[in-house]
């Protein structure tokens, strides 16, 4: 599949073709769902490239797509990586106020995080 494509480029060290491929596909009509959101996301935060992945974050609800516990504890997990615990933080009461059940990976990143730092 297209986020196992993509996973794999990410894992690989292979990041920037990573976000070509998916900036291709999504010019040649392709709409991504949240699964290859969420692997996109976790590449950049992997890569440290957090500004990035939080626009990709934005990107995907700009798309009307929900983001689910993966994408928010993705995102919970590069914010700590960083040192920002407070954003950390306040991302966590956004994913409850969407609706969005925290579960034992989120809180487990908060945790560690925490810390961490």
Same mark, same amino acid.
């Given at each position: ?11 690989? &060290? ?15 009509? =392709? ?11 976790? &590449? ?11 626009? /990709? ?17 993705? /995102? ?6 960083? &040192? ?10 956004? /994913? ?17 995080? =925490?810390?961490?730092?």
């Amino acid at each position: 599949t297209c986020a196992s494509l993509l996973d794999g480029l990410c894992k690989n &060290g292979r990041l920037n073709e990573a976000v070509a491929t998916f900036e291709d596909l999504e010019k040649k009509g =392709f709409i991504p769902n949240i699964v290859i959101y969420n692997v996109i996301i976790d &590449g950049l935060c992997e890569a440290g490239k957090l500004k990035d992945a939080a626009n /990709m974050f934005s990107k995907l609800l700009s798309r009307g797509l929900q983001p689910d516990c993966p994408a928010y504890s993705t /995102m919970m997990k590069g914010l700590c990586k960083k &040192g920002l615990l407070t954003q950390a933080k306040q991302l966590l009461g956004k /994913m409850e106020k969407h609706g969005c059940c925290p579960n034992e990976i989120t809180y487990n990143t908060l945790i560690r995080g =925490f810390l961490n730092n």
